[in-house]
């Protein structure tokens, strides 16, 4: 199974955009790209998923590079809400999320 | 519409005792998940249903783990004996079926062995 490798943690401005990196240099073609979001004291949630072309939803955009070896969500305006932990999981015909330690985003209000 | 429900959302039990954790999956879905979270990591696998069959339990110690879902809907998952390492949030998910399809988890359940 692929793997992702992101930072430990970052932290953003409160009403500021934040990119949140990912790479995973062993992509194969039919991975897609999943992002989860976990808060503190709940399971983790569904952010945005793609496979070659950028992603937008509600939630968040998701920009992929173009050879697919890394991602980036971005929060457009982060709110203190969006404090948590985020996931970036490739997800092949296998059914199996392979979660690393994500990455632990701090909102300064 | 009312997603993965769990319970209980907390259990603290002596070492040595059986402990059981039980799940109810988004209405439809047929693909239902148990995974392990250990404190400051990242969910891992358990053991995958596909209905009311386990299709990928590998990753479930069977010494003492077990899991059931025997409708096909709602899903159990007991230890038995539990262990001090046992402590750890046990979280259910579920999907409509297909592999890449998004997951969907519940709250999980946050054990503590003494």
């Known amino acids: 199974d692929a793997k992702t490798t992101q930072p430990n943690s970052m932290e953003s401005n409160e009403e500021e955009p934040v990119h949140l990196p990912c790479n995973h240099s062993?992509?194969?073609?039919?991975?897609?790209i999943h992002w989860y979001r976990q808060l503190p004291s709940q399971g983790p949630e569904y952010v945005i998923h793609g496979l070659t072309s950028n992603v937008n939803n509600r939630m968040a955009s998701l920009a992929i590079a173009e050879d697919r070896k890394s991602s980036t969500l971005i929060l457009h305006r982060a709110t203190l809400r969006d404090a948590a932990v985020y996931y970036c999981?490739?997800?092949?015909?296998?059914?199996?999320?392979?979660f690393g330690t994500g990455t632990r985003l701090k909102v300064l209000a | 519409e009312a997603g993965v429900v769990q319970s209980p959302r907390y259990k603290i039990i002596e070492k040595k005792q059986p402990v059981a954790f039980w799940c109810n999956p988004i209405s439809g879905h047929n693909t239902l998940y148990w995974y392990l979270q250990n404190l400051g990591q990242g969910p891992e696998l358990l053991i995958r249903?596909?209905?009311?069959?386990?299709?990928?339990d590998s990753q479930l110690p069977k010494d003492r783990f077990s899991a059931e879902r025997l409708k096909g809907v709602d899903s159990t998952l007991k230890i038995q004996p539990a262990e001090l390492g046992d402590s750890a949030v046990y979280l259910c998910a579920s999907s409509l079926g297909q592999p890449t399809d998004t997951q969907y988890f519940g709250p999980g359940t946050r054990l503590t062995v003494l």
């Open positions: 249903y596909e209905n009311e069959e386990a299709v990928d």
């Open positions: 999981i490739l997800m092949s015909g296998t059914y199996k999320y392979i």
């Open positions: 062993t992509i194969s073609g039919t991975d897609y």
